[in-house]
């Protein structure tokens, strides 16, 4: 991988594996160039989820990539604007284990790998 990612963590729900990666980053190409580089590593993930905040332009976006509108995109992006951060990206990479969480079981599964995955704000 050449994308260096500044923190990573994982956790298991209902035995679906959530790994989440902080990329601190400035422009959208530092953003695509990381997700195919973790499509390429992840080939059997079945979604990867993330969102960012740039300072410079301005710009925010949160992406689903699949799962139910506004469980998973919308929420990285809450944690992040919470914490107030910009010049950052969240990925979640999620294999479905089997067992479907529900729309509140998601929201929570990527709220909680976000805050995770920003706890020390570098």
Same mark, same amino acid.
């Given at each position: 991988?050449?994308?260096? *990612?500044?923190?990573? #963590?994982?956790?298991?729900?209902?035995?679906?594996? *959530?790994?989440? =990666?902080?990329?601190?980053?400035?422009?959208?190409?530092?953003?695509?160039?990381?997700? $195919?580089?973790?499509?390429? &590593?992840?080939?059997?993930?079945?979604?990867?989820? =993330?969102?960012?905040?740039? $300072?410079?332009?301005?710009? &925010?976006?949160?992406?689903?990539?699949?799962?139910?509108?506004? #469980?998973?995109?919308?929420?990285? !992006?809450?944690?992040?604007? /919470?914490?107030?951060?910009?010049?950052?990206?969240?990925?979640?990479?999620?294999? *479905?284990?089997?067992?479907? !969480?529900?729309?509140?079981?998601?929201?929570?599964?990527?709220? /909680?790998?976000?805050?995770?995955?920003?706890?020390?704000?570098?």
């Amino acid at each position: 991988m050449n994308v260096k *990612f500044d923190n990573v #963590t994982e956790f298991i729900e209902k035995k679906s594996k *959530f790994i989440g =990666y902080r990329l601190n980053c400035q422009t959208v190409q530092e953003v695509e160039s990381a997700l $195919k580089e973790l499509w390429a &590593e992840h080939k059997k993930a079945t979604h990867i989820c =993330y969102a960012y905040s740039l $300072k410079n332009p301005f710009l &925010e976006k949160a992406v689903d990539n699949g799962e139910p509108n506004s #469980t998973a995109g919308r929420p990285i !992006l809450s944690v992040i604007q /919470k914490k107030g951060l910009s010049d950052v990206c969240v990925f979640v990479v999620r294999y *479905f284990g089997g067992i479907k !969480l529900g729309a509140g079981g998601l929201v929570r599964a990527y709220t /909680k790998l976000a805050s995770e995955v920003l706890k020390d704000n570098k």
